[in-house]
């Protein structure tokens, strides 16, 4: 043991010497600086006060760079085009020269009439000379920081030198830089990283500064990763992003990001799967960019790859969402997540984080070089691109029925108008004869009603309503990034239908999102007051209705008061139950009504026409939960983000986010337990998000023991994807119910005995669910499935299902016929038929309390909505039953 600890002591003394000596700023990585630059203007160097790459910079310093740079030189325009939610402005440069700055918004405006194909034939002449638009977006993931500092750098070169090659750059471009999209993720991992960092520099892979503790600073406030969000909009980042990308619409997009360290560099043109709706040229144009990279790579002997790892399937990406907007959207990926300043790849070569601000610096410029040479060509792809008969797309028409607020079809509404898709209504009814219908892809005879709503494939952004609009996608590659679907018709849960006729319409455009209906309605001096549950944001109100000290109550059956018939769910809110507030009543229904976007109708009698009565016991009074979800490792930070943001940011109702190593499910401290240790005994409903096999070390074998007696006392735990695992499938000595998953099938055949190892990655891709959706039957007279429809979509990521049994509450499940299971997306047979029947979502009843089962990410990137109210209904109602 002493010669092993001498050999250490040894070996530790060596690698101290040598991360001494490791430079941090070498010659190599220098950004031209053989080039004359304007004195006047200075340097991220010069204001920072040290070479980008050998420190990480905060972002405010980033944002005073920004803005100094734009006061110092005329080919720049400073702007702020949002905020996060930690109130971080967002920031984005335009830089271009002097003279096409002096007639900036007429190129603008230019250019958005070729965007929305109004060029008149002159005006194309010219639009095709101008000069080539070039976006960039940095630093979309917080903790791939190499790209903002190179972002700095960039603007830089473009506004401070002298040289030909630059001029010419200007010239003939307008570069719209995205600074840092994730301020909030970045400063997260930078003062993380800053407070750990060694003074001697820690090139050691196990040091402490290359492992950040969760979360993590990928992903944004609500720890969600924003380079999915690009179509839905669901953050202020990608919404202010989106916005002003539209403004510009450029020709050539690169997104920039880092990967783990000891990858090398990757740019494109990537691997499939593909979004075959793209332009065929686009694979071309790819490659030429790429090229133009690997070339200046080669010159510097810089390793790369570029047809590998990433595909560009999925639309929300920042190398797609351009893409699918009639740009060259591309990927580039620097080798460094994790790296800090300087590590040790897997190789031993010393990776400084000065080279990966280099190569980032070093694949725009040569970007840009490539777009300036071939701006004619580009800006012809781009308006080849915008033009609707080009469209590969069956489909003619998207048909969208009028929910009445009763489901979230204003939430598609919104984004397909914040993407620039043209929206229309039917003004008179019309019969189609070969709709499509989204439920299960087969074409009838269907009457849409005025009032429905239809999107026309035949508009500029074509492309964009294709890929999010079609029921299946041609998947060319099971094995993929992402996932395999993401159409809003079938992420919503909407009553939805194609047609690939040319049809005669009398319709009307949408130019503003209609309002949801809201207000109230009803009795003057009023027994009760109704809220339809089924209403889109109905939990919003209860959470409101709570926080404002009234009595609130559940309909466990539907019931009519002679004039509507009001379903399961519905809230009842009982004067007689809420004394002490008849003056103020009918003034907060209505301040809830406005605030909460719902309709509230006051009744003047308890009495109804068919049904229960509104006091009866089938009305059951429910009570605002004491609601904890506990976080850090090993649950999944994006779905507890997921989850935080449904209720904090929309529902309005407190969930506290609770440590599961300071959760204790007793009053009585454990031995050596200090000041801080949080009670379980204090809230009635707790959330796992995820955690799998880790939730044996939250809850040891004495506190799952206390876990379940609290249950059994009245509380309602929420087990959602993997933390499903937990209360399944054990084994007799088990203290949990009997509740079995369904497993994947084995393969025994002599195929896979003898695949070669060359095959078994296709092999085995086949085999996985890659976030597919699946028809989905539910019980929706459980209080779980309150407000959702018979008819859903899960969103499954894998052969994982419940298999129903008496001793639980099947509430969602899989269609029974396998052929039938899969909606949209990939699953091969085997897995369906597996999944054929099983269940989505369940309830065990135990003791008085009650365990909830999700194996189903419920509400997935928030846009996966369907389901979303299932995840409401177990925090907000079934404790109350």
Known sequence: MKKLLAVGLFTALIINCLTAQVDLNPKRFAFDPQLTYDAAIKSPAQFLGYEPGTRFTVYDQVVDYCATLGDASPKVIYHEYGETYEHRPLVNLIITSEANMARLEEIRQLHIKAAEGTLTATEKEAWLQLPVIVTMSFNIHGNEASSTEAAMQIAYRLAAAQDGDTKDLLDHGIYNLFVCINPDGRDRYVYWYNSMRRNITGVEPADVEHYEPWPGGRTNHYWFDVNRDWVWGVHPEARGLTEEYQRWMGQVHVDYHEQGYNSNYFTVPGTTPRNKFLPDRYEAWADTFGRANV??????????????????????YGSSYPSVMGSIGMLCEQGGIGAGIAITTDDDYVLIFKQRVWDHYTTALATMGRSVANRVALRQYSLNAWDPANNKSPEKYYFLRDDKGKGYLHDVLAILMRQNIRVDRLTQPVTVPAAISYRDGKAGKAVFDAGTYVVRADQPRYLMIATIL?????????????????????AYNLDAYTCRQMLSLKSEPVTTLPALPSGMTGAANAYAYLIDWDQRYAPTALALLWEKGYQVRSSQEPFSDGTTTYPQGTLVILAGRNLGKEDVIAADMKSVAMEAQVEIKAIESGRMVEGMDLASRYSHPIEQPKVAMLVDDPFSSQTVGQISWLFDQETKLPVQRVRGSVLMQSSLPKFGQRYGYVDLNDYNV?????????????????????????IQAGGTVIATESAVNYFTNNDEKSIWPKVTMTKSPKDTTKTLMYLPYSERQDYFGKKRIPGSALNGLVDNTNPLAFGVKKEVYSLNFGPMAIKPAAELQTVGYYVQDSSQVLASGYADTANLKVLAGNAFAAVVPLGRGKIVLLPDNTQFRMFWRGTSRMMQNAVMVVPGY
């Open 686 to 710: 707790l959330i796992l998000a995820g955690g799998g096999n880790g939730l044996n070390e939250v809850f040891a074998k004495e506190d799952a023991g206390q876990l379940k007696a609290w």
């Open 470 to 490: 079609d029921r299946q996608m041609e998947i060319e590659d099971s094995v993929m990034y992402d996932m395999a679907t993401w159409s809003m018709p079938l």
């Open 295 to 316: 070339k200046a790579f080669d010159a510097h002997k810089i390793n790369y790859f570029t047809r590998d790892a990433f595909d560009f399937f999925y639309p929300g």
